[in-house]
DNA sequence: CTGAAAGCGCTAACAC
DNA sequence: GTGTTAGCGCTTTCAG
């Protein structure tokens, strides 16, 4: 027989503990108690007040939970924009890895011109535990604040020459530089590089390393053109950079997503087979750049990893600021031709 | 001669209105009507509580307002993935709206098999004061504790017979019957549906469509596989339903990611041209769609007028749970042939 | 315009 | 085990 409970047809909006204190006929401690795990409270009692919670739909409040224990377990995250088909992924596995870990995310973005230190201060009164930032670069007055406050931030995919701030990106130089060795091993003679928007490390570094590398060789840049990391501008810079003469034989762009428009553009629209008469190499190893049609040789980021170095700094609140770098991967796929050893080539 | 701010070396953890109230020589009330707009006070009065404010690092803790105003300004949204490329967009712009309007995210995903009540109900701890709920649906059971605690729950893209929740989505069964008509009139006779997951009431709708018309007009569905709505179903399904006796020349997709993975197949391992062998058309018009390698023709799902009927419903708490359902449009590009005008065909 | 006081709903000692 | 109590940091009457 177990009896039908009770419901209000109409529940009075707010619930407090009291409420449910009143109607189980314990103190309000108790049934506190009984909603946190290790609280000392007799078995029975627990599943009465449980009971009798659920009849009444009492929810404990967050707020005022956290307020006493100064713990929100909230975790900010900032992210420019989720254009970038790599975020899309990475802000899912952090949320999953948040939550198995108890915390939970607030998601911030900012349009184009938006106010940054604005969406950190309101992650501040929300007082967030950490604060992850990515695609994006938060000024140096905000770091410290953050840093007064004594909220870890982390830079993903950014660093900033700041004490105040972790940050965790992959090896953005060393990729750079195997895409210059890749295009210099397979013969390549005019090189090109498509950037995203110049005033990023990001873009920086990948432009660094493949710059230096090709010096390192004795080859040089012939061209580059930096402008967002979008399918269209890979689209439009690489129908400007082919469609000229003496064109490029090799395009390395900063992002996947550039190299998908850029290849689109080098096939459909100048008529060119690649790699045969361009090679192209993308960076991220987005999901797109593994589909057949494509088949995108690119610098891969180990995504996994570098979350799990963001997830390490901030749930073990790691101590000093660091900068982990972490290795890429070259994934060579259609869009390259075959290395020559380069030892035969110079040998005569 | 403005003089040098001091600075605390290192803030005690939490400044609070009483530490800046005590700094500057006013009562603690002050502090707060210095940090809300209408608050009665001296402008002056303010400047120097907002100065000495800053120089503590103070900000207003969010959870204790929240806690007395009764309002946390934060909406739940929880996306079973965001690995449909229309959800990252979804998420944005939603989150940037949102932002505008003055409310937080607060961002939750449930990983295959993750308990989804459990996700609710932390939401409910947290006060969310709306939740939306995309690609997924919520038990019933969940759906009543919503309304009776008197926050609206919108289901995105998803619908159910349940009169707490409102649900705003696309016409899909619409969008089917679309695709129907196009193949019809390109002169198709064997009709494929290549579904996502069969308990999604978004698939059951497209594929409703679709059959829905095909049998209006005499014809019928040869084909249905279903199983998810990613690249790599598409390529199988595509691959098994190609490669048979008899194949369908007429590939209906639930999804684009799915349309992309068949025509990949369809064209890279079973040799096919794509119109001309096999018409494929998918379903949501995500970016890739209109990528020059695909140029996929799609149902195209409006998402800025979704989104606007799921901010109206949040915003301005509507009345009654209502179901929205927004018009859709057909985008035909390369992947379909042109229409035989149907009466000259039948005319003999 | 400013200050004092009463909670918002909860946790965490502390007694019993 | 359970009840009592003192706040967590803030907004909001209500006096002055």
Known sequence: MTQQRKKPSKAPANVTSHDVAKAAGVSQSVVSRAFSANGKIAPE?????????QDLGYHPNAFARSLVQQRTRIVGVLIARLDNHLYPKVLDAFTAQLWAAGRQVMYFNVDDGGDIDKVLRTALQYRVEAMVVAS???????????????IPVVLFNRYLDDPNVHAVSCDNVAGGRMVADAFLDAGHTRFAFIGGHPDTS??????GGFMTRLKERGAALSYALEKDYSYDWGRNAAHHLLSQKGPPDALFCASDLIALGALDTARAECGLRVPEDVAIVGFDDIEAASWQSYALTTVQQPVDLMLAETLAVILHKDSQPKRVTVPVTFVERGTTRPRVPSGEVVAL
Do not use: P
């Not at 009692?45 to 919670?53: D, H, Q």
């Open 45 to 53: 009692t627990r599943k009465r007040v449980l009971g009798v919670a």
């Open 136 to 150: 994006i670069t938060l000024s140096s007055h905000m770091a410290e604040v953050f840093c007064d406050a004594g």
């Open 202 to 207: 990001t873009n920086h570094d990948r432009k």
